[in-house]
């Protein structure tokens, strides 16, 4: 027969293990959480890695906490215009400067007017390992593909290298940064963007299965940029990161790349991928 001591200690045990369970369940939420990110201030990085938030740490939340601004950051950021998604009444988005302090290649910023038709449009990568072709959803994305189809018309893809590879928890490859050295030795690597962002889109039901393309964001939200993954596997992700499109052809290339690894150094398995992926050209087609 237990003594009320013996209880006592079995309570005290059992209250033990439920908060080592919660704690592991909130590192394996906030390592997902902090998966995917671009440009430097409150990054939300692949497998949490560069700046900003690559110091991940301390509390229950450590995204949010690393995230967490200045007060005069915090008033900086309240005054800042903010971006708005898809009027379809007047057929515009809204982008607006991306007041972060990442590396900016400066193109210009896409027209506000956008349109919706046809609902899907072809996006050809040509790459030094052969050709990426994304099945891009126009009619539920119009301002990451309208975003996209101008970058591309402006060259502001060609000559980058993809700068994160994930690892078996994180199937997939992150490419847009055109500043990127992709060596493994640059913890600039993933800060650039094109100087403005835009509002998430399509993000009900989103699910980033083997297939999708995605756009990288912040931690805040409309706060997408040039910068995006490639998905070669299944990532469990909370629906925070505009799912633009589906890969059609290209898998391969994705799956070679992944077999030969990635350059050591974030400490987590991803990083610069061995095998090289350079975006020579960008087009996207598809008339109305």
Do not use: W
Not at 155 to 162: L, V
């Amino acid at each position: 027969m237990s003594t009320g001591r013996d209880r006592q200690k079995q309570l005290a045990r059992e209250h033990y293990e439920r908060q080592q369970q919660r704690r592991v369940e909130r590192e394996q939420r906030n390592k997902r959480m902090a998966i995917i990110g671009s440009t430097v201030g409150v990054v939300v990085v692949v497998g949490g890695i560069v700046a900003a938030v690559a110091l991940l740490g301390g509390g229950d939340e450590p995204t949010e906490a690393a995230a967490s601004p200045t007060p005069e950051a915090s008033a900086s950021t309240a005054a800042a215009p903010q971006p708005k998604p898809y009027d379809p009444k007047t057929g515009t988005c809204g982008y607006v400067p991306d007041t972060g302090e990442g590396k900016v290649k400066d193109v210009g910023t896409p027209p506000a007017e956008v349109k919706v038709k046809p609902a899907k449009k072809t996006m050809t990568m040509k790459t030094g390992l052969g050709d990426i072709v994304v099945e891009l959803d126009n009619a539920k994305a119009p301002c990451t593909v309208n975003s996209l189809q101008f970058l591309a018309k402006k060259g502001y893809y060609d000559g980058s290298k993809c700068h994160r590879l994930g690892n078996d928890q994180f199937p997939m490859l992150q490419c847009g940064d055109p500043t990127a050295a992709a060596d493994g030795k640059s913890p600039q690597d993933g800060m650039g963007g094109p100087g403005y962002v835009m509002v998430e889109e399509n993000l009900e039901g989103a699910s980033y299965k083997r297939g999708v393309m995605a756009m990288a964001k912040t931690a805040r939200p409309g706060s997408t940029g040039s910068q995006f993954f490639l998905v070669y596997g299944d990532i469990q992700l909370d629906p925070l990161y505009t799912p633009v499109g589906t890969i059609t052809k290209g898998l391969d290339i994705l799956d070679k790349v992944n077999k030969a690894g990635a350059i050591a150094g974030s400490g987590d398995g991803t990083g610069a991928p061995k095998e090289t992926v350079e975006i020579k050209d960008v087009t996207i087609s598809g008339k109305s």
